[in-house]
């Protein structure tokens, strides 16, 4: 057996915007080698910067999507492990520990380990909620699933 197959691959936390252009990145390099995406939502992909225009535009969650993460997933050739949450990263034996948010028995946290060659963290940011507000009333729109959830509080006044 070669060394190309038996390749962990790489693995890519995080399915935003810089999470797919890293796999549209090696993609244009190397067709082949394994990747592994891992998101804690569907992994859809959209054009984040249209999270701020669609409002205004009269745009709901659905529109923004132009193609589902499965749909993704197959047109680049990678494994998608959406829904997914590391729970931890062991640099030393090059693995990765996830719970899938999908499970009933949240008890078992060792849900699957898996292995990497690289490993990518394109887990983008994590906005400062400012204490002078209060919370009900502040809406970070940092992602298209809470994009849906201001729609959804909007629509009901």
């Known amino acids: 057996m070669s060394v190309e197959n038996q390749s962990a691959g790489i ?7 810089a999470g797919w252009h890293v796999v549209d990145a090696i993609r244009a390099k190397d067709k082949d080698i394994p990747i592994t995406l891992i998101t804690a939502d569907n992994g859809d992909r959209y054009h984040k910067p ?3 225009m669609a409002i205004s535009q009269q745009k709901n969650a659905a529109d923004l999507v132009r193609a589902t993460g499965s749909d993704a997933a197959k047109a680049a050739n990678i494994n998608l492990l959406a829904n997914t949450q590391v729970t931890d990263i062991d640099p030393a034996s090059q693995t990765v520990q996830l719970i899938s948010a999908l499970r009933s028995d949240p008890v078992y946290t060792n849900y699957a380990t898996i292995s990497y060659d690289k490993l990518v963290l394109a887990m983008g940011a994590h906005p400062i909620f400012p204490k ?3 919370e009900d009333l ?7 699933e ?3 959830q201001l ?3 909007l629509a009901a006044g």
Do not use: C, D, Y
């Not at 693995?11 to 915007?17: N, P």
């Not at 502040?138 to 298209?144: A, K, P, Q, S």
């Open 151 to 153: 729609q959804e509080k």
């Open 146 to 148: 809470r994009f849906g």
């Open 11 to 17: 693995v890519i936390i995080g399915a935003g915007l």
């Open 138 to 144: 502040v809406w970070h729109v940092n992602h298209i």
């Open 132 to 134: 002078s507000l209060p």
């Open 50 to 52: 249209m999270l701020t």
